[in-house]
């Protein structure tokens, strides 16, 4: 009995702090202003950028990021994978390149935008190799 209560709490502890990262990004706008949170728009090559690997396991799958960004933003992602098995939607890559085209125009990879629900740019950052801890003073030190 015991070991069964301890895997439950487990499993509530990892959904209650599981990450959802959107792929639309007026969806994510919608939700944003309706939780009256900022946005995390992330520009990432998940299958040939080195840094933006080390960001994922090193600051997103994070403890303290996951608590931060549970109670404070909307994650959306604009992957730009290259690998034939892990190519996106039409409809995600279009929308992933116009991403591009407003905010990332010299091709950043990762590129971090912290905005807000309207899609004002609050501030910018890419990979460091800082504590997740860290991490998260630096994105709360875009909100003015």
Do not use: H
Request: proline share 3%; aromatic share 10%.
């Amino acid at each position: 009995m015991k070991k069964e209560l301890l895997l439950f709490l487990l499993l509530i502890g990892s959904i209650s702090y599981s990450q959802n990262w959107k792929t639309n990004f007026n969806e994510a706008k919608q939700e944003a202003i309706v939780q009256k949170k900022q946005i995390l728009l992330v520009f990432s090559g998940s299958d040939w950028c080195a840094p933006c690997i080390k960001l994922d396991k090193s600051i997103w799958q994070s403890e303290e990021f996951k608590q931060y960004a549970s109670e404070e933003l909307i994650l959306e992602r604009a992957d730009f994978p290259k690998k034939k098995q892990n190519e996106l939607e039409p409809v995600v890559k279009k929308q992933n390149q116009e991403l591009a085209d407003k905010y990332n125009r010299d091709g950043i990879f990762p590129l971090v935008i912290l905005m807000d629900s309207n899609g004002k740019v609050l501030g910018k950052t890419s990979y460091k190799s800082i504590m997740p801890a860290e991490y998260v003073d630096l994105l709360k030190s875009f909100v003015k």
